[in-house]
């Protein structure tokens, strides 16, 4: 859950989303789900020589599954907050693991 | 006081977990955390960055990024290979776990 939130905090941000085909669409993010599926309005693709079928398209949804990277703008990321929220993730996915039952080892 | 609050917190915490204990092999990936990691990727890149996120999936959130991508030419009348690399700067970027093949922390020679 913690990049759902992270990308939620980047709703209404420019972002460039590059796809596992190397398409790149650079827009602005609309929404995100569970599945990091998005929403971009207001798109552009990178290279439009390259790739000018979407030349038309304004607005899209792209299937998470087939995003390699999302390009963000530093300024709009707190990256001590998420390394924040990366250790307590890590932390509590780590508690539910102990929750099940397994023999702890002696701590030294 | 200070000594009862991390004692508690310690408590809280469970037997097994100590902050600095690796047990799981994504605690290696937690110890990286503020570091310049390097991580190999399907499809023959390479990333190195500053890791500021990651999730159980090995999604992750680097920092001041530097893209290697290998490519082989391959010339069809010679039939000889050429590799070239192509290097990129991305100043803060996202990418998703799947196309993860492994993490390492830094090496001295990035």
Redesign the interface.
């Known amino acids: 859950m913690l990049f759902y939130s992270f990308f939620k905090t980047q709703v209404g941000q420019h972002v460039t989303v590059e796809l596992k085909n190397d398409l790149a669409i650079q827009g602005v993010l609309e929404s995100v789900d569970q599945f990091l599926n998005f929403k971009l309005k207001d798109i552009k693709v990178v290279d439009e020589e390259r790739y000018p079928h979407m030349l038309s398209v304004k607005n899209c949804f792209v299937r998470g599954s087939v995003v390699r990277y999302v390009q963000l703008s530093p300024p709009t990321v707190d990256t001590a907050l998420l390394q924040d929220a990366a250790r307590r993730e890590a932390q509590s996915t780590q508690q539910m693991q102990q929750a099940k039952p397994n023999v702890a080892p002696p701590v030294a | 006081m200070t000594d009862v609050a991390s004692a508690n917190a310690a408590a809280a915490?469970?037997?097994?977990?100590?902050f600095s204990m690796v047990?799981?092999p994504?605690?290696l990936v937690?110890l990286s955390?503020?570091e310049r990691i390097y991580v190999k990727l399907r499809?023959d890149r390479e990333l190195r960055g500053r890791l500021?996120?990651?999730?159980?999936h090995l999604?992750m959130?680097l920092?001041e990024v530097e893209e290697t991508i290998t490519i082989v030419d391959v010339d069809e009348e010679s039939n000889t290979q050429s590799v070239r690399t192509v290097n990129r700067k991305?100043?803060?970027?996202?990418?998703?776990g799947?196309?993860v093949i492994l993490v390492s922390p830094p090496s001295r020679a990035s």
Request: aromatic content about 6%; overall charge negative.
């Open positions: 915490a469970g037997p097994t977990s100590s047990e799981e994504l605690d937690r955390l503020d499809g500021h996120a990651y999730d159980q999604n959130v920092g991305v100043p803060m970027l996202f990418v998703r799947d196309g």
